[in-house]
T-cell receptor, first 112, second 114 residues
Framework: RKEVEQDPGPFNVPEGATVAFNCTYSNSASQSFFWYRQDCRKEPKLLMSVYSSGNEDGRFTAQLNRASQYISLLIRDSKLSDSATYLCVVPLRNSGNTPLVFGKGTRLSVIA | DTGVSQDPRHKITKRGQNVTFRCDPISEHNRLYWYRQTLGQGPEFLTYFQNEAQLEKSRLLSDRFSAERPKGSFSTLEIQRTEQGDSAMYLC????????????FGEGSWLTVV
């Protein structure tokens, strides 16, 4: 299994829809995970951190399933401005000295 | 602006030339990362520093690539004898350290090798 795997999409959804992305990871000992958002030709920006209890921020909910080694991102009431690529991020190793590994991203297009 | 700063933002160079990118991290961050990103791909890890020490280099980082962070503040990434396959966005990021700490990216340096 690759370190991080994501469905590249694109996911094309109407405004107001609920959409969910999954991301699988290979390092079973990973403790922290992140979702980053990247707009076209821009740098990635942190959307949410994901810890063992999951995380919710407004319309966005991130959850962790350790048994199956995946994390998910749920977006409710999609807005046009949510159109972007969503990157799943995990530490390469479970130690203090480790870089973060990014998935290839899932592209979302919210359509009016 | 106290975010991560990269320079130049865009560089077009002829194949075989050398190029250097500079990154100024967020001032209190001791960790600095270099990533490379091509269209349709996520950022690929190249190397990272803790203070002035280069702790890890990816196998993606060929001998033509070298990175330095001499005083533990700004960093440079040099590519020698550029090839067309080097065309990409080179992203610098910084963090305050630790596997669970968020990394913050600069706006990237776009390289086009013609």
């Amino acid at each position: 299994r690759k370190e991080v795997e994501q469905d590249p999409g694109p996911f094309n959804v109407p405004e107001g829809a609920t959409v969910a992305f999954n991301c699988t990871y290979s390092n079973s000992a990973s403790q922290s995970f992140f979702w980053y958002r990247q707009d076209c030709r821009k740098e990635p920006k942190l959307l949410m951190s994901v810890y063992s209890s999951g995380n919710e921020d407004g319309r966005f909910t991130a959850q962790l399933n350790r048994a199956s080694q995946y994390i998910s991102l749920l977006i409710r009431d999609s807005k046009l401005s949510d159109s972007a690529t969503y990157l799943c991020v995990v530490p390469l190793r479970n130690s203090g000295n480790t870089p973060l590994v990014f998935g290839k991203g899932t592209r979302l297009s919210v359509i009016a | 602006d106290t975010g991560v700063s990269q320079d130049p933002r865009h560089k077009i160079t002829k194949r075989g030339q050398n190029v250097t990118f500079r990154c100024d991290p967020i001032s209190e961050h001791n960790r600095l990362y270099w990533y490379r990103q091509t269209l349709g791909q996520g950022p690929e890890f190249l190397t990272y520093f803790q203070n002035e020490a280069q702790l890890e280099k990816s196998r993606l980082l060929s001998d033509r690539f070298s990175a330095e962070r001499p005083k533990g503040s700004f960093s440079t990434l040099e590519i020698q004898r550029t090839e067309q396959g080097d065309s990409a966005m080179y992203l610098c990021a910084s963090s305050s350290g630790g596997a669970g700490n968020t990394i913050y990216f600069g706006e990237g340096s776009w390289l086009t090798v013609v």
